[in-house]
């Protein structure tokens, strides 16, 4: 075993320039620390959410976004939540899906299909475990009828807006400070208008926001590595 990664070492030293390879060591090495940042702090929440430990400071930040409903912004929160549902990131990973397709960068549209279903599908996974029951503090004006903990809508809208800003920067680096700001801003209206219908607790969406992000970095390392070892080969291809 000692002797194989030996070898992994090597090889890696061999074949990445000197240049590039402290960077992606840098831009791995933080996605892992930040992915586990994460993990940990998910289970922290998680740890105070069944133990009831948050369900007085929950409860009073729901009552004090509840002070604010006025008509338009019901409305308002209605529409920016319409775009965190579940059929409208499949509809949104499609269409960027066939973007990627006709521009041949299939290894972003394959990544980009395991980023939506995976995260859809651990969504669920995890709501069916804890089985965490919504808030019911007053009546609501949209239908929410599976678990409440993890938030699906911050972590499936974080994973999959926060991979196409990915993919926007990767193509766009002279905007993109605008797209990561347009991004975040856009991921976080859509948890609080959870908050704000009164949908979910504030520690779903917090969980959501952790468990999405460990999601995301998996995947945009494993794409990043994808595409390592797809240029190496085709370089490898062009000198024989």
Not at 75 to 89: A, E, P, V, W
Not at 93 to 106: D, H, N, P, Q, T
Not at 120 to 126: E, K, S, T, V
Request: glycine share 8%; proline share 2%; net charge positive.
């Amino acid at each position: 075993m000692f002797n194989y990664t030996n070898k992994l070492i090597q090889g890696w030293k061999e074949e990445v320039s000197p240049r590039l390879s402290p960077l992606l060591s840098l831009i791995w090495i933080g996605g892992f620390a930040i992915a586990a940042f994460c993990v940990w702090g998910f289970f922290q929440i998680e740890e105070r959410v069944f133990s009831e430990q948050t369900t007085e400071l929950d409860t009073a930040i729901l009552k004090a976004i509840y002070e604010h409903h006025t008509p338009l912004l019901n409305q308002i929160m209605t529409g920016i939540t319409f775009l965190g549902n579940g059929s409208t990131l499949i509809y949104i990973s499609c269409l960027v899906g066939i973007i990627l397709l006709v521009s041949r960068k299939f290894a972003s549209a394959f990544t980009l299909i395991i980023v939506t279903s995976g995260g859809i599908g651990l969504n669920l996974w995890l709501k069916n475990i804890f089985g965490r029951v919504r808030p019911a503090l007053w009546e609501r004006i949209v239908d929410a009828t599976n678990y409440s903990f993890p938030s699906g809508h911050a972590m499936v809208s974080l994973v999959v807006y926060g991979f196409i800003g990915y993919l926007l920067i990767a193509n766009f680096r002279s905007w993109s400070s605008v797209i990561l700001f347009l991004t975040t801003l856009l991921i976080l209206a859509i948890g609080f208008s959870r908050l704000y219908l009164g949908v979910h607790w504030p520690t779903d969406i917090i969980a959501g926001y952790a468990a999405g992000l460990v999601w995301l970095i998996s995947c945009i390392l494993s794409l990043e590595i994808l595409q390592f070892l797809l240029g190496r080969k085709n370089q490898q291809a062009v000198s024989n």
